[in-house]
């Protein structure tokens, strides 16, 4: 007979249940609760700030019938072009630290890590006086070339170079990682048998770091596609992002249950696109943990 | 065909890798004939695996040369070379199924799909492997000796004119190893393909191969079939590395005599007569454990100590015994079951054609 289901509790997996409950607690009231606050406040009627009202789509009817889709468009294709780039730029630089740098990939990762030290905002201010009419660039080429440009800021590939900047280490170290954990004897023994370095890295090095591909791709996704500042502080006014909507919704506007409704059809989207991506590309597969 | 006769398919002259000032391979010389099955062996940081590893072109010589049928290959990268190495890691593709592992290797040459298929099946029925229940299967979930096979199928599908090994079995338990061990012996028979073997295990090297070379310090010590090096073993070191077999210190004395310096006791013993053994020259004197044996009182042998019984070991039909001459200093007996003693006291005995000198 099976023993009651509480015995696991209270028997020898008690100092386990108790270890765990910290954690729990956590999750509960600072992930669980908000969330579920979140979603329930998308329903309360327009402009009001009570939770205990009769449950309505009304926001949601707002959202779809005016142009909010296009700042999720921006954001879903300013997070796309993130990615896309950082995997480009990241891949032969995770790479040199992983495989061929000695002591030099220290070097390169110390400075990266630096680099987080000084705040996100800082550091786009720091472009911004890079890029301003007659900052760091302007005024150089102006003294020293004689050439006049106008402000290189309030533009898309700006705000991309900005979140670029930003999320390379988000990117870079699952690279690292998934690189490393190729095995030297692999890819010397597909050299062994003909293969040349495109087809090694066709056949062996991209699909065995593809874990570390996926983890960084998503990461940064993620993270890029409820960004804010970088639109904001780089981009002026240029494009509106889906997390600059929602900012001005609980701000400015006052209408927490639209940005309560928005959040919520932001989350779902982005979780939509996690889950499929996490589902065609099978992690533990890739891993060869498990049979196809 | 008699392997003994056929032509060097790869020789290899004055091979030198140092690695800054260390010498890992000094000037080393040989040759690999054509089908032969050859192995190097040498003991951990004896250069066997850089040497090999120059050998598929994975490190570049320091000097010297190695031609393959006659062309100078040093400058060749691996995948130029017609040649192709089963990794002590066996270094299989995790992420392919073993159909796709073996089929690797022709995949890269561009071979058409289905030829592909029919080649990888061929290669897998060759190595015991069921190909209908292997071909799909994923590496990660083969066992120790399915994952030896797959990987010696893989080599086998790039078809190499010869075909290296870097300790493959190492990880493998005994009883296995000793199946494979004559697995990969027959495959070399039926391909006729050129093997070269690296191991560390002399008894593996005699198992399989038609010709050793042993290493030591990044030199070849010895080179021969097994059944030669296995009679007259060069010097101590070769002899020592054939397994249990009793060294004893000797000091000559006169023609057919010596000191045995057996842990501080000097103990007077006959040796065969060297006419270029000078007295007072050490040596080492090998006694194969099976040459010695037990005396019945009143038998009489070539030399005969009296000796403590300390061990007793069951080999299947032999029995192995540790018996201490002085304290300090045993000997390995080894006899066939029906001679078993229960004595703890006995005297040893072993004739004097049955021990050698060699250098130490």
């Given at each position: ?292 | ?42 003991p ?130 005994a ?25 560390h295990s002399l008894e593996e090297a005699m198992v ?21 090096i296995y009679?007259?073993p060069?010097?101590a070191f070769v002899a020592e590395f054939m397994g249990e077999v009793n060294l004893l ?35 080492k004197l090998l006694i194969r454990p099976e040459s010695l044996r ?16 300390i061990n007793e070991f069951l080999l299947g039909?032999r029995i192995q015994y540790h018996v ?5 200093c045993n000997l390995t007996v080894e006899r ?12 040893l005995?072993w004739?004097?054609?049955d021990s050698q000198?060699l250098?130490?």
């Amino acid at each position: 007979m099976n023993p009651p289901f509480w015995k696991k509790f209270f028997g020898p997996g008690l100092i386990g249940s108790l270890s765990a409950t910290p954690f729990l607690l956590l999750m509960l009231f600072g992930f669980v609760a908000p969330l579920l606050c979140v979603v329930w406040f998308g329903l309360m009627p327009p402009k009001t700030f009570e939770l205990l009202q009769a449950p309505t789509l009304e926001n949601y009817r707002t959202i779809f019938e005016q142009t909010y889709f296009k700042s999720i468009l921006w954001s879903l294709a300013l997070a796309v072009a993130t990615v896309i780039i950082l995997l480009i730029i990241c891949y032969p630089l995770a790479f040199a630290i992983a495989k061929i740098f000695r002591g030099g990939g220290y070097f390169i990762t110390y400075a990266i890590v630096t680099s987080l030290f000084v705040s996100e905002n800082i550091r786009l201010f720091g472009w911004v006086i890079g890029f301003m009419k007659n900052g760091v660039v302007g005024g150089t080429l102006a003294k020293y070339f004689d050439i006049q440009i106008d402000s290189l800021l309030y533009n898309i590939p700006v705000i991309i170079l900005g979140m670029v900047y930003v999320y390379l280490p988000f990117m870079l170290f699952p690279l690292v990682l998934g690189i490393k954990m190729i095995p030297d004897p692999v890819r010397e023994a597909a050299f062994d048998m003909g293969a040349n370095r495109w087809q090694v890295f066709r056949k062996i090095d991209l699909p065995l770091s593809m874990p570390g591909v996926m983890i960084g791709s998503l990461l940064v996704f993620v993270l890029s596609i409820g960004a804010i500042s970088e639109a904001k502080i780089l981009g002026g006014q240029k494009v509106v992002t889906i997390a600059s909507d929602i900012e001005t919704e609980f701000t400015y506007a006052q209408n927490w249950p639209l940005g309560s409704a928005l959040s919520t059809v932001f989350i779902a989207l982005t979780m939509v696109v996690v889950f499929l991506t996490l589902s065609r590309f099978d992690l533990e597969k890739l891993l060869g943990k498990k049979s196809s | 065909m008699d392997i003994s006769t056929a032509l060097p398919i790869l020789e290899v002259k004055g091979i030198t890798k140092r690695f800054g000032k260390f010498v890992a391979v000094d000037n080393v010389d040989f040759f690999i004939r054509d089908g032969e099955f050859f192995t190097l062996v040498g003991p951990s940081g004896s250069g066997k695996t850089t040497l090999l590893r120059m050998l598929v072109g994975m490190e570049k010589p320091s000097s010297g040369e190695l031609k393959l049928r006659g062309n100078r290959i040093n400058e060749l990268a691996p995948n130029k070379r017609p040649t192709c190495m089963v990794f002590q890691s066996l270094a299989l593709f995790p992420h392919m199924t073993v159909g796709k592992n073996v089929e690797f290797p022709m995949n890269i040459r561009g071979v058409k799909d289905s030829d592909r298929r029919t080649r990888a099946m061929e290669l897998l029925t060759l190595l015991h492997l069921n190909p209908y229940r292997y071909y799909d299967k994923n590496v990660t979930q083969c066992s120790g000796g399915e994952r030896q096979r797959v990987a010696l199928a893989r080599a086998l599908a790039y078809d190499p004119d010869i075909l290296f090994f870097d300790e493959p079995l190492s990880a493998i338990d005994a009883q296995l190893r000793k199946v494979l061990q004559k697995e990969l012996k027959d495959i070399q028979r039926q391909t006729r393909k050129t093997f070269c073997y690296v191991t560390h295990s002399l008894e593996e090297a005699m198992v399989m191969s038609d010709r050793v070379a042993i290493l030591r310090a990044g030199a070849i010590e010895q080179i021969g079939t097994p059944d030669k090096i296995y009679a007259s073993p060069k010097n101590a070191f070769v002899a020592e590395f054939m397994g249990e077999v009793n060294l004893l210190s000797i000091v000559a004395t006169e023609p057919g005599k010596a000191t045995w310096e057996a842990n501080l006791n000097r103990l007077p013993i006959h040796i065969p007569v060297d006419p270029t053994l000078e007295s007072g020259a050490a040596r080492k004197l090998l006694i194969r454990p099976e040459s010695l044996r037990f005396l019945a009182s009143g038998e009489v042998a070539g030399n005969s100590i009296p000796v403590r019984i300390i061990n007793e070991f069951l080999l299947g039909s032999r029995i192995q015994y540790h018996v201490e001459v002085v304290p300090g200093c045993n000997l390995t007996v080894e006899r066939l079951r029906e001679e078993r003693t229960t004595a703890t006291e006995a005297t040893l005995g072993w004739e004097i054609t049955d021990s050698q000198i060699l250098e130490s």
